[in-house]
């Protein structure tokens, strides 16, 4: 294949991002092995400080000495919208991909698309996480709307996103391309060395809870669950992991006044992509609890490592977790949760459900979506 120029536009080193600067690094090294030029146009300000919910926006990994990023874009700048769309229009790219996720980035990505466009040569597709948020904000569709129509193309995640797309736009073509494998975090561990490394029993199995905690990630559903009775005999914990991205002290709360101080691992702070392979390793069982989702890169985190699921039946994750083979789909309620976590160990499905992950995980690959993409330009051509 001819080698192209590639432009990746989204959150990308120095911003931790969580899976956005992952999936947007490790997209741009499967171009780079196809061959192609690619440079990252990451955020020089990304979300103003009162707006962002974690505790820092950037992070403390060493920056990626393979990637060419640019630290050039701020979102809320419409003087520096000009300025680097006309800067990245110069460079008269064959591909612009461009990671959107919310309402607030389309005033700042849909002028970039649309200054991009303007050189009649480059081909803009965007990847959706979400068009429609999980989160209502004002004026979100409108904003989405405003994103849609400056596009040649999109991919998205999950079926649930690709419907969402034909409220803004029924003729641009659009494809569905699952979440790719999340395959940089390393080799699995033994568990009992990622036990060790976290400070967690060894004679303990753990059901993790891995992310940034947001209210639609369903997490009081799960400690509700964990709170029926028939877990207190079984050498069973659970594990959350991630920064609270909302007040916390509602969930706090919930798990003492359930009882589960003694039963619940608490690990709420940002986990660093150098830590990630140990809360896998030490875990049984991944839960996703969600109440709303599109798509997850914790399922892709998953799959790497192996690891069992539980999801709920919202969004795509049911289709990314075949039922009763890699985990259990269940629907968001407590009774349905708990039910599916106990049956898993009840019934030692550990071993089971992660020879399937190893199999399904085959599906999941960066080439696949670097082929749909192909397909939207050339869909998009015609």
Known sequence: MEKRKVIIIGTAYPFRGGGMSTYNERLARAYQQRGDEVTIYTFSLQYPGFLFPGKTQYSTDSPPSDLNIKVSVNSVNPLNWVKVGLEIKKLKADLVIIRYWMPFMAPCLGTLSRIIRSNKHSKVVAIADNIIPHEKMPGGRLLSRYFVKSCDGFIAMSRAVLKDLEKFDTLKPRLFSPHPLYDTFGAAVPKITAKQKLGLEEGVHYILFFGFIREYKG????????????????????????????????????????????????????????????????????????????????????????????????????????????????????????????????????????????????????????????????????
């Open 219 to 382: 997490l009081d559903l799960l400690i509700k669950a964990f709170a029926d009775e028939r877990f207190s005999p079984l050498p069973v914990k659970l594990l959350i992991a991630g920064e609270f991205y909302i007040d916390g002290k509602p969930y706090i709360d919930l798990i003492e006044r359930l009882g589960l101080r003694d039963r619940i691992v608490l690990h709420t702070e940002f986990i660093e992509n150098s830590e990630i392979v140990y809360y896998f390793c030490a875990s049984d069982i991944v839960a996703q609890p969600y109440k709303d989702a599109t798509q997850s890169g914790v399922t892709q985190i998953a799959y790497h490592f192996e690891k069992p699921m539980l999801t709920t039946n919202v969004g795509g994750l049911s289709e990314m977790v075949p039922d009763g083979k890699v985990g259990f789909v269940v629907a968001p309620h407590v009774d349905e949760i708990s039910k599916a976590l106990l049956r898993f160990f009840n019934e030692n499905k550990e071993a089971e459900f992660s020879a399937q992950a190893a199999i399904e995980k085959k599906r999941f690959s960066w080439n696949i979506l670097l082929e749909r993409i192909d397909e939207i330009v050339h869909l998009s051509k015609g």
